[in-house]
């Protein structure tokens, strides 16, 4: 059967990885965390004292753009692939929730998503990938065969969140965590290069009150009825 390309793009917290993942496996497609990329930038800029939550150094963190490299590498252990900054897994480290409060400043600034694109646009090259982000759909694969918008209210993402967070063992408060989704949106919807929106061809699929087998069979009938098309 001929592959496609399928972009998942949604808000925070809406689960757009977790279905991505589950996606690329019954497919046997390759996925990539788009988000992941971004996190993984803003960790570099953490680490390199260029961002924090008093200051950021943006021409710093473009002029070390080059000093970044970004892989996956899969792990059969865990059935996808985690990323790797400067090869070093970093997978669990861009999870904080210090991070997912820089990251959608880092992700606003256009040399960075432009480094970041043109990477992403690779890994789609020969069909078979499922992505997950916030433009994808947009900017990265405007011709992908199969667009898909997650959504559900932001309390809704953000108890998703807090428990994710807890049951890592991180301190954090439902009501911080409430309050970075509600900023995400903001900076992610309303950022000048690539904001975050709905393509006109894709599908919305408002999980606030699915369990995530009903979401998986609405999406996997979805992804069923296109391939029959292609």
């Known amino acids: 059967m001929k ?14 990885s977790t279905i991505a993942k589950e996606l690329a496996k019954k497919l046997k497609y390759v996925y990539v965390d788009s988000g992941a990329m971004y996190r993984a930038v803003t960790y570099f800029a953490m680490e390199n004292s260029i961002i924090s939550d008093t200051f950021f150094y943006k021409d710093e ?11 996956f590498k899969y792990n059969t252990s865990l059935g996808f692939a985690e990323i790797y900054l400067n090869n070093v897994n970093v997978e669990k480290e861009i999870r904080t929730l210090g991070v997912s409060k820089l990251v959608s400043k880092v992700a606003e600034v256009s040399e960075v ?17 499922v992505m997950d982000g916030r433009d994808i759909g947009t900017v990265v694969f405007p ?3 199969l667009k898909l ?3 559900a ?8 969140r807090f428990d994710e967070l807890i049951k890592r063992g991180d301190q954090v408060t439902f009501e911080e965590i409430l309050k970075n989704v509600e900023y ?19 599908i919305e699929i408002d ?8 979401q998986f069979n609405i999406i996997y009938t979805i992804v069923q009825e296109k391939l029959k098309t292609v």
């Not at 390309?5 to 949604?10: R, Y």
């Not at 963190?61 to 892989?71: A, H, N, Q």
């Not at 209210?153 to 998703?160: D, E, G, I, N, T």
Request: glycine share 4%.
């Open 3 to 16: 592959k496609i390309t399928i972009a998942i793009d949604g808000f925070s917290s809406t689960g757009k």
């Open 61 to 71: 963190l473009i002029k070390r753009l080059d000093d970044i490299i970004l892989t």
């Open 113 to 129: 998503r432009k480094k970041l694109v043109e990477q992403q646009k690779k890994f789609g090259e020969n069909k078979g990938v």
């Open 143 to 145: 011709n992908a065969e």
């Open 149 to 151: 918008f997650m959504n």
């Open 153 to 160: 209210s932001a309390s809704k993402r953000a108890k998703r």
């Open 184 to 202: 995400r949106d903001h900076i992610d919807s309303t950022r000048y290069d690539s904001p975050l929106i709905k393509a006109s061809d894709a």
């Open 207 to 214: 999980n606030s009150n699915l369990t995530l087998d009903e």
